[in-house]
């Protein structure tokens, strides 16, 4: 609170894109092992800014998983990209590097590849497949961040990264807020263009200084920086407000991750327990990471339907979520994207679709919160 006022006392007139916004900029590409970030006003934003700057030929394929959330796709074909899918492995939710290369053509371009719901892609083997095919890695980093693999950052192993600041990630923007993180110059510059609306001032950190401003012109006429538009752009800029929320956040992210492993841990190890009725998720091997809720799957065989579990939890204020998307092909937003030269079931990610479900494992859970979660699951058992 005391950093909001702050920016609202002593920054009135800067409420876009001023010092905060840098220093966090500075402090997450740091942590995600990139030498620059532009920070925007989501994670969704984000990954529609990343596939912008990179500038591929329309029609150009990317790779990504048919499990996944919708703004990893939208983005693809906004940008006149064109999605091609894989399946997931059933329990760790992450793509299924078996199949990726069987769907590289000399049309593909890039991987984009989540980190979905905090579990860490093996961002190793990715990266020798992209070498391999010469391919663009983007990494949707949207639900968490502080996480390392064999001890290292992944991030150092992408192209392109993204994160998301949402209400219930890991931290948080006062709710909203994204990075786009690079380590070429020239892409970030681009990236900083584009999120604000493409005008040139962008590039100069909307500089007021008239030694900058005043020494172009547009088709002959002598023009301000302000308003000369070199790109198609977006207003994507972020708030100092959320940037100033966010670094706050920041200091407390190693006691947020240890409190989400913690709770994650309990929850494993009570619903393991029924391992009969649901198929538990598998963390990457040598990887630590905070995931943003607790995936499960109710099996086929159980007595009850993932439905009927979700009402019994919600009617008594135990906030359920399916796992994203499920196989996004059924959507109807997506079902466009059916190629017909390939197949609308991926296996895995509809087993998600029919039986997964989340439940929060957040750094803001009690021991008395946990505790009512499995008598609730108590009572819902007794019927079976």
Known sequence: MDAVVDVLENDSLALMGGRRVLEFEKNVSNLFGKNFGCMVNSGSSANLLALSILGLPPGSEIITPALTFSTTVAPIVQNQLKPVFVDVESNTFLIDYNQIEDKISNLTSGMMVPNLIGNIADWKRLKSIADKHNLILIEDSADTIGYTLCGDNSG??????????????IITGAGFGGMVMVNDRELIDKAALLRGWGRRSSRKSESENINERFLSTVDGVEYDDKFIFDE???NFLPSEISAAFGHVQLEKLGE????????FIRLYDYFNSHKDWFILPQQTDYTTTAWLAMPLIVRQEAPFTRRELQIHFEENNIQTRTIF?????RQPGFASLIDKNDTLSFPNADEVMRGGFLIGCHH???????????????????KY
């Not at 947020?256 to 913690?262: D, G, P, S, V």
């Not at 998307?325 to 092909?329: A, D, F, I, K």
């Open 156 to 169: 150092k192993l992408s192209d392109v990264t993204t994160t998301s600041f949402y209400a219930s990630h």
């Open 364 to 382: 803001g859970l009690t021991e008395e919160d946990l505790n009512y979660v499995f008598s609730q699951f108590d009572d819902f058992s007794q």
């Open 256 to 263: 947020n991750i240890k409190k989400r492993e913690q709770n």
């Open 325 to 329: 998307t499920g196989n996004v092909l």
């Open 232 to 234: 198609l752009g977006y």
